[in-house]
Structure formats: structure tokens, C-alpha cells
């Protein structure tokens, strides 16, 4: 071989071999695991008196503070995550939670706090003050929510970290079998969050993402999420996260007989001593509601019609006395009013000062203008005023409409918590500003009543009103709707003097008649004692509490006998 053959050769060999060298190191670089550490600081990201909330496997969106060595989270992440009874009044900076018998409230900024039973005021000392607040944003200590939550938490240093429970039951566990690292993504060059030694514990965040990869998605007890190689973990198994808290129980001043209310409309004293005479032709009567008091303004002062005779005569004819309050006075802004601790307070107050001192049986809460952006501060007011009546003895119903979604707000669930009683109101299915005319309460409206309420509400809470009048619709020639109320017998003897004969509507579950004059076309849904039959009978397969009649004067007396033929089944 010639001299330039040799040098080829021998240069055909050094490159190969560098190739090769070339070759495997880029394949020993890709094999071999990185060592660059991120410092949690830049992993969580958080400033010096920010504490990184994780929720029980999951890093939150909104940070805590560390103020004076204590954490701090925001008003709205306890309400929505851990306990919706906080409430937090913008105006006057005043922290409320609820119990069943006590009523806690806390300034902001202060260390004291004061609770309240009935209408007795004690004040308590707390080591440091409950609540914070930073210009628009309120700071709630999480030490004062876990007293009265459903949550356990643990705190962590360099950075600040807590991690909190609060969602219990089974929870895919692994230990890692060999010293290994927790990775910010699925790869061995990504860099490296945490060293995990034999047998420490880790919770599975992800069973489905990257285990193609040879790693699993999980977090470590002080609150890392990172990936792990799967091979250096042993097999996982479920652990179950129980907690020892104990909801609080709500005990309902119930009655062990079903409960016939019967609404009295009382305008006047005259109206209260009109009782007997309207008692007289019912049976089985065993409540009565009179509307005595409404709202007269946003400070919640209200106005009364009570009688002290009146309240004598009902017991004696074996009644109790639940005196409703309104809220239909339409110059009384309702959030204005409830949105105010003070205001909420002097209204509660009231009602409970005119039911002790007139030896009231209950009060009956009739509020049907609470606005949407109000019903967090209506439940608010209803909690409170559910804790001074609980301790003072005095039965708390609450009037609502049909359950639907354009009234949610009303928290039907909630109420059915925290009140004795929950009334329906299954009527105005058609109303005096309904745009077409029809029934006041067909029978498919009151199933559906009753079957929606009942998703929401105890059945043993649950009282269905129904009405005692009906409606007479004109469709005018004009094209105009109008309509008038008729008490059950005026609208009998308006059908009998039309010259038409009432048929029965089965889709209704009414008598329906239609006539035309030269003015329009006139039509009316009938309520007479079949069609509260029909309702009756939905009522009793429900087994409710109970039934309440709108209202006392308009029904014929036979319709006494329906009701109470099902009630007493």
C-alpha cells in the first residue's frame, strides 16, 4: 500500500472514530438525566408575604398572605371553596359567620370579636385580628375559617406554601422504591424540583398524562407537583382522606301534625277583629299567618298591625300565630337595606321584640322583591334572624316562589337548613301582568312545585300554598289582555250567570269556561274544590309538612272538607 492509500485510510479511520466519538456523546448527553435545580422561589413564585394556597392537589390561582407569622386568605376563596356561611359586609367592614345558635361577628383590623345569642351581645378575645383589609380586598384568617370549616391545613417554609384539605374520600397514592427526582415536566433533562428519597409519599395529580414517557404526574405532602419517573415508584393504591369535623346541626322547631296555614289579609285593626267570624267556616285550620308587619325603610324600621286580641282569640280556637312581614314597599331599596349588618340587625331585632312581646307563635318571612345581586345578603338576613328565633322559641317559615332558574337566588337549599318551615307559593302560575292568559295553578305547575322543591328541601319542611281565587282573562277586540281576581263563589255565580257551561280541562286540572261579548273574548281557569282536590292529591303522595291556603275569606267553606280529607290521611 503506497503512502497516500495509508494516509487515506488512516483518514477514513479518524473520522469514523470521531463520528463515533461525536455520536455517543450526544447519546450519552441525551441519556444522561439533568441536574439543574429550580429553586422553588422561581417554581411558585411568590413575593415575601405571599403564601401559595395549594387546594388540596392543586396549585391555586390566588395567593394568601403571612401577616404577623398567621395566614390570611381572600373573602371570596373561603366562601366559594371552603365555607359559603362567611359573610363579609362591604359597607360597615364586619365578618359574620352563622351557627345554629350563634350569631359571630368581627371588625376588620381587630383582635376581639363578639357573639350574640338571641339578643344578647358578649365580646371575645382572639389572639390577632380575624380579618384584613387591603383597599378592596378582604383577608380572612385561615385559622379562625378552620375552626368552623370542613378543612385541615399545613403550612411550609422557603417559600411560604399551605397546603389545605377540605375535598374527603379515596386518593391514588405511590411511594417511591428508589431514591429518585420530582421534575418540572416529563423528561430527565427538565430540571429537577425536588431530591425524593426512599419510601417518600406521593399522591397521583394525573394518571393519564405522559405515562408514555416512563413518568406519572403527582405531588409531594408539602405541596410540589412536578413528574417522577414511574419505574422508581412502587405500585399505587387508593388511601381514603376522612375528617373529623362535625357539620353543625340545624334543629327545626317542627309540629308533629301536618300543618294547615291559612294567610290572613290585614289592612286595618279592623281587619284583626274579623278572625272569628272567618275562622268560623274553616276546618282544620291549625296556623294562621296575618300580614301585620312590613318594611317601611332601608334602615329596617318596620310597621305594625299586630293585636295582642287578636293573638288571645287565635290561641283559643287552638291556633298558632305566625305574623307575616313584607317587603312590597317599592320605595325600599331591599339591598340597600340588607346589604347593612346594622340594618339586617335592626330588622331582626324588631321582628323578634314584636314576637315576644305580642307571644307570637312564629314569624312568617314573605319577601318576594329581593333582587338578584341581594340573595347572598337575603340568605345572610335569614340565617341571622334563624338563630334568634331558634333561641327564643319562635317558628321561622319563609314564603317562596316556584322553584326556577331565574329565582335561584333565593337558595332554596340553604333555607331549607337553616328555617323551620319552606313555603310554596305554587300559584300566580298566570298573573295580572302575564301576557297570555291562563290558570293561576294548574295541576302541572304544582306537581312540578312540588317535585323541584323537593331536589332542594326536606319533604319534612316543605309546606305547598295554593290559591283560593282565580283569574277572569278579556282578550279585548283591540288585542289587549287584561284581568281580574275573583274569590271562589263571585266566580261561580259570574259561570252561572255567563249562560256557558264550565268544562273540566284535564291539562289544567280546572273547570275552564270562554264566552265573547262585543268588547273581547273572555276566559277563566276555575278553582273550586276539584281543582284543590286534584292539588291535594299531589300534595299528600309528596307526604310534605303541610299546606297553606292564599288566603282566608275568598275559599267556598266546602273546600274545608277536601283539604282536610287529605291532610289527616
Known amino acids: 500500500m503506497d503512502r497516500r492509500m495509508r494516509l487515506a485510510v488512516i483518514g477514513i479511520a479518524s473520522a469514523l472514530t470521531l463520528i463515533a466519538i461525536i455520536i455517543i456523546a450526544v447519546v450519552v448527553k441525551k441519556l444522561t438525566p439533568s441536574d439543574e435545580v429550580m429553586p422553588l422561589s422561581e417554581y ?22 403571612l401577616i404577623n407569622g398567621r395566614i390570611y386568605v381572600d373573602y371570596d376563596t373561603v366562601v366559594q371553596e371552603f365555607n359559603r356561611r362567611f359573610y363579609w359586609d362591604y359597607n360597615e367592614n364586619i365578618l359574620t359567620y352563622t351557627t345554629p345558635d350563634e350569631i359571630i361577628r368581627a371588625d376588620a383590623s381587630r383582635s376581639t370579636y363578639t357573639v350574640t345569642k338571641s339578643t344578647i351581645e358578649t365580646e371575645r378575645e382572639y389572639d390577632y385580628p380575624i380579618a384584613e383589609v387591603f383597599v378592596d380586598k378582604v383577608y380572612v384568617s385561615l385559622d379562625f375559617v378552620q375552626q368552623y370549616s370542613d378543612l385541615t391545613f399545613q403550612y411550609y417554609k422557603d417559600p411560604n406554601r399551605v397546603v389545605i384539605n377540605y375535598r374527603w374520600g379515596d386518593y391514588l397514592y405511590t411511594e417511591v422504591s428508589k431514591a429518585t427526582q420530582l421534575r418540572y415536566e416529563p ?40 413528574y417522577v419517573k414511574k419505574k422508581a415508584t412502587k405500585e399505587a393504591g387508593y388511601k381514603t382522606l376522612e375528617s373529623s369535623y362535625r357539620e353543625p346541626e340545624y334543629s327545626a322547631q317542627s ?137 327564643n322559641g319562635i317558628v321561622l317559615s319563609v314564603d317562596n ?48 312545585a312540588v317535585e323541584n322543591i323537593l331536589k332542594e328541601v326536606p319533604k319534612e319542611k316543605v309546606i305547598i300554598a295554593i290559591p283560593f281565587y282565580t283569574r277572569l282573562w278579556k282578550e279585548g277586540a283591540d288585542g289587549g289582555l287584561s284581568s281580574e ?19 273540566w280541562d284535564d291539562a289544567s286540572g280546572c273547570y275552564y269556561i270562554e264566552y265573547t261579548k262585543e268588547d273581547g273574548t273572555y276566559k277563566m281557569w276555575q278553582e273550586e274544590d276539584k281543582s284543590i282536590e286534584e292539588k291535594m292529591k299531589v300534595i299528600y303522595n309528596a307526604n310534605v309538612a303541610g299546606v297553606a291556603e292564599w288566603k282566608l275569606g275568598l275559599e267556598n267553606p266546602s273546600v274545608w272538607n277536601v283539604i282536610l280529607r287529605y291532610l289527616n290521611q
Open 44 to 65: 411558585y413564585q411568590a413575593e415575601d408575604k405571599e403564601v401559595v394556597l395549594i387546594l388540596q392537589d392543586q396549585i391555586y390561582s390566588k395567593k394568601g398572605l
Open 187 to 226: 423528561n430527565i433533562k427538565s430540571p429537577i424540583l425536588a431530591e425524593l428519597p426512599v419510601g417518600t409519599s406521593l399522591v397521583y395529580v394525573d394518571t393519564e398524562e405522559a405515562p408514555e414517557k416512563g413518568f406519572v404526574k403527582v405531588m409531594t405532602v408539602d405541596g410540589i407537583k412536578g
Open 401 to 448: 316562589y316556584v322553584p326556577s332558574p331565574y329565582t335561584e337566588y333565593y337558595d332554596r337549599e340553604e333555607q331549607g337548613k337553616i328555617v323551620d318551615y319552606l313555603i310554596t307559593m305554587a300559584y300566580d302560575e298566570h298573573h295580572g301582568n302575564s301576557e297570555q292568559a291562563g290558570p293561576v295553578s294548574s295541576i302541572g305547575f304544582v306537581k312540578d
Open 255 to 391: 309540629r308533629s301534625k301536618k300543618i294547615n296555614l291559612v294567610f290572613h289579609q290585614v289592612f286595618n285593626q279592623d281587619a284583626n277583629g274579623r278572625l272569628e267570624e272567618l275562622i268560623s267556616s274553616t276546618k282544620g285550620v291549625n296556623v294562621v299567618s296575618p300580614t301585620w308587619f312590613s318594611i317601611e325603610d332601608v334602615s329596617g324600621t318596620i310597621s305594625s298591625l299586630a293585636s295582642e286580641r287578636y293573638v288571645s282569640r287565635a290561641n283559643t280556637l287552638g291556633l298558632e300565630v305566625w305574623a307575616l312581614v313584607s317587603d312590597f314597599n317599592e320605595e325600599v331599596n331591599m339591598k340597600e337595606l340588607l346589604t347593612y349588618t346594622s340594618r339586617r340587625d335592626t330588622l331582626s331585632n324588631a321582628l323578634i321584640e314584636k314576637a315576644l312581646a305580642y307571644k307570637l307563635n312564629g314569624i312568617n318571612i314573605d319577601f318576594e322583591k329581593i333582587p338578584s345581586d341581594a340573595g347572598v345578603d337575603y340568605i345572610q338576613f335569614l340565617r341571622e334572624l334563624s338563630v334568634k328565633c331558634r333561641n
Open 485 to 503: 281576581t275573583y274569590a271562589m263563589s263571585p266566580a261561580a255565580a259570574l259561570i252561572e250567570n255567563s249562560g256557558v257551561k264550565a268544562k
